[in-house]
C-alpha cells in the first residue's frame, strides 16, 4: 500500500475552547491552524469544548455535539469531572468517542487534554489503533496543580521542579497519593502520543524533566494566523516612538502589570517623556487587582493611559502604536502570544528574563531582558529603551514569526504516520 | 399459672412457647421442701417424655416460701424437644414421692415470648443469653419467629444503646465499645469518680454472621474464646476475643453489658461497638475518663496500663503462635516454580482519582491475571475501569475479602499497592509493581497480621510492613533504605501517652513472630508476554 503524504493526511484538531466563545492563547492557535490548514487545501476538522452548550446543558436537553461550522464542531462538555481531566458520565464519554473516531481522520492532534478527558484521549486510541495521535503543550497543567503555573501558591516563588512533597506544601489539603495517581494517569497517556509539540524549548524542557523524555517530540511555535501574517511589518519613526511603552493582556496579578506600574515612576524620574499605555484593561479593572497602586496610578498622571480591552485581531496594529511592548509577567510564560504579535509588528520587546519570555526575545536581537519581578531593573531597561538609536537598532533586528510554510512542514513532521519518515511537502 | 400442693411444694408456670414445631420452652418456678430431691420433666402423654435439651435454675426472690427454713424456691427455664403434634404436653416436678403437674397448654399461661423474656430478671435473661453461645438448641432462641434477636427482641429494644461511644451517659461518665478485625472488643465504662472494689463486669456477645451466599447475615450468640472483666479506680473494662472459627463469617458484633458498680446497683448497655484498628483499641483500653468529665481519681492511669499489659500478655498468648507458625510455613513453602499468580488485588483505592489511572492502565493487568480484587474506599471507582472492558473478573467488598481469605494457603497472589503503582507507571516502569508476588503462604501471613496486628484500617499497610519486612516492597523500591526493614511505629494521637511503647513494642513482636531477619526476596521474572 502506497505511503500517504504527510500532507494528505486528514486531520481532527481537538481543544478545550472554541475562539468565538473564549480567547485563549491554546484555542486561538488550534483554531488558526484548522483555518490555515483548510485553506491550504489540507483536509482538517476542528472540534473544540463549548462552555456556553455546557451551561446550557445544566438546565435543559442540548445535543453533545453541535456543528458550529463547516467541519466545525463544539462540544458540552457537562459529563465531565470537576477538575476537568476526565468524564464522570462514561456514556457522554463514549459518545464523543464514537464520534470522533467517525470521523476516520487520519490523524488526531490535541491541543489540550483538560476540558477532553484523559479517559476519552484513552478510549479513543484503543477505538483508532491506526491513527496517528499528536498532542500540542501549551502549558503545564498536567505538571503543576496550580493552574499549570508553577508558581508556589503562599509565596509565589517561582517553582523549578515538581515533586510530590513540594506539591504539597502547595495544597496541604491533597494527599501524595493524589498526586501520584494524577501524574501516573496524565503520564501514562502523553507517553502514547505519536508526537508531541511544544511551542517552546522552555515548556519541552519542563515536561522532559517532567518524565516524557525519549518521546518523540518538536518545538514548533504557534501560527498567528494567515490574516495577520499578511499584514506587511513596517519601520515606525524611532525619534518618536522610542520612549512609548505598551502593556498587552489582562492586569491579573501573574502578569506583571504591577512591576510595570512601580517602574514607571521611577523611570520618569529621569525621563519625563516616557510614556505607558495599557492595553487590555481600565484604570478600574487594575485597580480591582491592585488597589494599592493607586496613589502611583494618581503619580503617573498624563504618562499612563489605559486602553481598554481589544481584539486579538487588532493586536499587532496596536503593538505599532507603541515604540516597545513590555511582558513584565512574574511567571514563566510558555510561549506568549503577546510576544508573537510583538515581533510580529517588528515592535521590539522589554520581558522578564525567565521562561517561555526569555526564550523568545533574543537579548540585543529582538528585545531587553530585565530582572523578574525587578521593578527597579525594569526602569533601567525602559530608560535604556527610551533612546531613539536604540529603537531603531531594535526596531531592525526584531525577528519575524513562523511563517505558513515553516509552520506546515513542522506539523508534517509531527503528523507522519507512525514508523515512517516524516513526508514533508511544502505548502501551496 | 400456678399449682399449689402444701406450703412447701408448689409450681408455676410463667411462660410456655414454641421456638419450632418442634421445640418448646417454659420459664417458671418450683417450691421444693428442703433436702429432697427433686426433678423436672415434661411429658407428652402417650407419646412418651420429651427430652430436656436445657434446663438452667436460678435465684426468684420475688417469691418467698411461708417457711425459707423448710423450703426453697428456684426459678427455671427449660427447653424441650416434641414430638410431631403431641396431644398433651404436661410439665411434672417430683419432689421425693410428691408430684406435682401443670398443664402446660393452659391458655392462661402467656405464651408470649418476647413480653416473658423482656419482663424476666434482666440478670436471668442476660445468663440465658451467655448460656446460648455456642449451644445449638437455645442458640434457636435468636431465630425465634425470624424476628432479629428473636426471642430476645423485645428485651434487647429495652437495653439502652450506644454506639461505639456515649459521653454523660446515665451515671458513667464515658461509654466506648470498640471492635477489631481480630475478632477483639473492648467495653470500657469510666465512671466520674471512684469505682468500688466489688464492682464487676460481664457480657454476651451477639454476632451478625453471614451466611451462604446471597442469605441474609443472621445473629447469632457467640462463645467467647477469652474474658477478661476489671475494674479499675474509675472504670471498669472488658476484653474478650472471639472464636477465630467465625471470623471470616462475621459481619458485625454487637455487645450485651452487664455492670454492677455497686451491690445492687447495675447497668445494662447494648453495645453496637465502632470498629477500630488495634493500635486504637488496645490504647483505649488504657485512656482514662476525659479530662473535662472527670474527677481525679490516684492512679487511674497506672491501673489502665496494668489492663492494658494485661490484654497485651492474652493476645500473645492467644497469637504469636498462630503467627510463628504461619511464618513458618511461608519459609518452607516451596515457589510457583517461576510462574507468577494470576490473581492482583489492588489495594489503597481510596481515591477515585484512582479509577482514572486503572481505566488508562487496565491492559496492564488484563494481559498478566485473570481476576483483580479491589480493596479501598474508592474500589468501585477502579472496579469499573475492568468491568466497562470486561476481560477480566473484578472483584470488590465481600467479595474481594472473601476471594483472598479463599486465596489465602492455597494459591498465591500480585499485591499493587495503587499508590506504589502509580508510582512505578510514572517512572515508566509499571512491570515493577507486578514482580513481587505473595505466595500463598504469605497471603495467609498477611491477612492474619492484618487481623491481629494492623496498625491501620487498611490492608495497604500491613501489605508495606510485610514486604518492607522482607526486605523488598515499594518503600524499597522508592529507593527507601534497609533500615525501613524495622518495625515502624504507630503514629497516632495516644490517649495515655505511656501506651505508646508498650503497644509498639507489643506489635513489633507479633509482626516479628516466627519471621526470619529481614533479607533480599528472589523476585520472581516477569513471564514472557504476548500481544
Known amino acids: 500500500m502506497a505511503e500517504v503524504p504527510a500532507a494528505d493526511r486528514s486531520v481532527c484538531i481537538l481543544a478545550h475552547s472554541h475562539p468565538d466563545f473564549s480567547k485563549g492563547g491554546g484555542e486561538m492557535a488550534a483554531h488558526r491552524q484548522f483555518l490555515a490548514m483548510r485553506a491550504a487545501g489540507r483536509r482538517a476538522v476542528f472540534v473544540g469544548a463549548c462552555d456556553v452548550g455546557t451551561q446550557y446543558a445544566a438546565q435543559r436537553p442540548i445535543e453533545q455535539i453541535i456543528e458550529h461550522g463547516e467541519d466545525d464542531y463544539v462540544f458540552a462538555f457537562a459529563g465531565m469531572a470537576e477538575d476537568r481531566l476526565g468524564w464522570e458520565d462514561p456514556y457522554q464519554r463514549r459518545m464523543m468517542v464514537e464520534f470522533l473516531a467517525g470521523l476516520r481522520s487520519d490523524v488526531y492532534h490535541f491541543h489540550h487534554y483538560w476540558r477532553l478527558g484523559v479517559d476519552l484521549i484513552h478510549d479513543l486510541m484503543e477505538a483508532r489503533p491506526d491513527a496517528t495521535f499528536v498532542m500540542t503543550l501549551h502549558e503545564m497543567l498536567a505538571i503543576c496543580l496550580h493552574h499549570g503555573q508553577m508558581i508556589k501558591t503562599r509565596s509565589r516563588e517561582l517553582c523549578r521542579r515538581e515533586s510530590p512533597l513540594s506539591c504539597l506544601a502547595c495544597f496541604p489539603d491533597q494527599t501524595l497519593e493524589r498526586f501520584a495517581f494524577r501524574k501516573a494517569t496524565l503520564l501514562t497517556i502523553m507517553r502514547r502520543f505519536d508526537h508531541i509539540i511544544y511551542p517552546s524549548e522552555f515548556v519541552r524542557a519542563r515536561y522532559e524533566a517532567w518524565g516524557l523524555k525519549g518521546r518523540p517530540s518538536s518545538v514548533l511555535e504557534n501560527y498567528l494566523g494567515d490574516e495577520l501574517m499578511a499584514t506587511p511589518r513596517m519601520q515606525c519613526d524611532a525619534e518618536r516612538m522610542a520612549a512609548r511603552f505598551g502593556f498587552f493582556g489582562q492586569p491579573t496579578p501573574f502578569k506583571g502589570l504591577d512591576i510595570l506600574l512601580r517602574a514607571l515612576p521611577l523611570a520618569l524620574r529621569e525621563d519625563p517623556g516616557i510614556t505607558v499605555t495599557v492595553f487590555g484593561a481600565e484604570r478600574e479593572d487594575v485597580l480591582r487587582f491592585f488597589p494599592v497602586l493607586e496613589p502611583v496610578i494618581e503619580a503617573s498622571g498624563q504618562s ?45 520587546l522589554i520581558v522578564a528574563d525567565i521562561g517561555g519570555m526569555a526564550e523568545k526575545v533574543e537579548a540585543g536581537v529582538d528585545g531587553m531582558h530585565f530582572k523578574r519581578g525587578s521593578p527597579v531593573d525594569l526602569a533601567r531597561a525602559m530608560l535604556d529603551a527610551a533612546h531613539p538609536a536604540r529603537r531603531a537598532a531594535y526596531g531592525a ?3 519575524d514569526v513562523i511563517g505558513l510554510k515553516e509552520f506546515l512542514a513542522g506539523l508534517d513532521l509531527a503528523f507522519a504516520p507512525r514508523g515512517t519518515a516524516a513526508v514533508a511537502q511544502a505548502a501551496e | 399459672m400456678f399449682v399449689y400442693l402444701d406450703e412447701s411444694l408448689q409450681l408455676a408456670l410463667d411462660c410456655v412457647a414454641m421456638v419450632t414445631p418442634r421445640r418448646g420452652i417454659a420459664y417458671g418456678w418450683a417450691m421444693t421442701p428442703r433436702g429432697v430431691g427433686t426433678e423436672l420433666s415434661v411429658s407428652a402423654g402417650a407419646e412418651g417424655d420429651c427430652a430436656i435439651e436445657h434446663c438452667s435454675f436460678h435465684p426468684r426472690p420475688d417469691v418467698v416460701p411461708a417457711d425459707p427454713r423448710r423450703a426453697a424456691v428456684n426459678g427455671f427455664t427449660l427447653l424441650f424437644d416434641l414430638p410431631e403434634d403431641p396431644r398433651e404436653l404436661v410439665l411434672t416436678l417430683a419432689a421425693g414421692d410428691a408430684l406435682l403437674r401443670a398443664d402446660m397448654r393452659d391458655p392462661s399461661i402467656e405464651a408470649n415470648l ?12 442476660f445468663g440465658l443469653m451467655q448460656e446460648s453461645a455456642g449451644n445449638a438448641a437455645l442458640g434457636s432462641l435468636l431465630r425465634y419467629q425470624g424476628r432479629p434477636f428473636g426471642a430476645f427482641a423485645d428485651w434487647m429494644a429495652r437495653l439502652p444503646l450506644v454506639r461505639g461511644r456515649a459521653e454523660n451517659f446515665g451515671q458513667l461518665a464515658e461509654v466506648e465499645a470498640l471492635t477489631a478485625a481480630s475478632g ?24 451478625w454472621l453471614r451466611g451462604e451466599a446471597g442469605a441474609l447475615a443472621e445473629p447469632v450468640l457467640l462463645p467467647l474464646a477469652d474474658w477478661h472483666g476489671t475494674r479499675m479506680p474509675a472504670a471498669l473494662g472488658g476484653y474478650g476475643r472471639l472464636e477465630p472459627a467465625v471470623l471470616d463469617r462475621l459481619q458485625s458484633v454487637e455487645v450485651i453489658v452487664r455492670a454492677e458498680l455497686r451491690p445492687g446497683e447495675e447497668v445494662w448497655l447494648r453495645c453496637q461497638p465502632g470498629p477500630a484498628t488495634v493500635p486504637d483499641l488496645l490504647d483505649a483500653a488504657c485512656r482514662t475518663t476525659a479530662a473535662a468529665l472527670a474527677l481525679p481519681v490516684e492512679a487511674a492511669a497506672s491501673a489502665g496500663l496494668e489492663l492494658l499489659r494485661q ?38 483505592a481510596d481515591d477515585p482519582m484512582a479509577g482514572r489511572l486503572f481505566h488508562v492502565t487496565a491492559a496492564e493487568f488484563e494481559r498478566r491475571c485473570d481476576t483483580v480484587l479491589v480493596m479501598g474506599a474508592a474500589a468501585d471507582d477502579v472496579a469499573q475501569a475492568f468491568a466497562r472492558r470486561g476481560l477480566v473478573e473484578v472483584m470488590v467488598g465481600v467479595e474481594a475479602t472473601q476471594a483472598l481469605r479463599e486465596a489465602a494457603g492455597r494459591a498465591g497472589i500480585i499485591a499493587v499497592d495503587a499508590a506504589a503503582f502509580a508510582e512505578a507507571v510514572a517512572a515508566g516502569t509499571p512491570e515493577r509493581a507486578f514482580s513481587r508476588p505473595l505466595d500463598a503462604a504469605e497471603v495467609a501471613r498477611l491477612l492474619a497480621l492484618h487481623a491481629v496486628a494492623g496498625c491501620a484500617p487498611a490492608l495497604t499497610d500491613s501489605l508495606q510492613r510485610l514486604l518492607r519486612a522482607r ?61
Not at chain 2, 189 to 201: D, M, N, S, W, Y
Request: aromatic residues 6%.
Open chain 1, 304 to 348: 499612563l493611559s489605559f486602553a481598554g480591552r481589544y481584539d486579538p485581531l487588532d493586536a499587532v496594529e496596536l503593538m505599532r502604536s507603541v515604540g516597545w511592548a513590555v511582558v513584565p509577567s512574574i511567571w514563566w510564560e510558555n510561549s506568549p502570544v503577546v510576544i508573537q504579535e510583538a515581533r510580529r509588528a517588528g515592535t521590539p
Open chain 1, 397 to 399: 533586528t526584531v525577528r
Open chain 2, 114 to 125: 418476647f413480653k416473658a423474656t423482656a419482663e424476666r430478671n434482666w440478670r436471668v435473661t
Open chain 2, 184 to 207: 477483639e472488643v473492648l467495653v470500657m465504662l469510666r465512671a466520674a469518680g471512684a469505682v468500688p472494689r466489688e464492682a464487676e463486669i460481664g457480657a454476651a456477645i451477639i454476632g
Open chain 2, 311 to 348: 490484654v497485651l500478655a492474652r493476645r500473645e498468648a492467644a497469637f504469636s503462635p498462630m503467627l510463628g507458625a504461619l511464618a513458618a510455613h511461608g519459609a518452607t513453602a516451596e515457589p510457583g516454580a517461576g510462574r507468577l499468580p494470576r490473581l492482583a488485588l489492588i489495594l489503597g
Open chain 2, 471 to 531: 526486605g523488598g516492597g515499594p518503600a524499597e523500591a522508592r529507593g527507601a533504605s534497609h533500615r525501613d526493614a524495622r518495625f515502624t511505629p504507630v503514629q497516632r494521637a495516644w490517649g495515655n501517652r505511656h501506651a505508646a511503647e508498650l503497644v509498639n513494642a507489643h506489635l513489633q513482636r507479633l509482626w516479628s513472630a516466627g519471621a526470619a531477619p529481614a533479607a533480599p526476596h528472589a523476585i520472581l521474572p516477569e513471564p514472557a508476554l504476548h500481544g
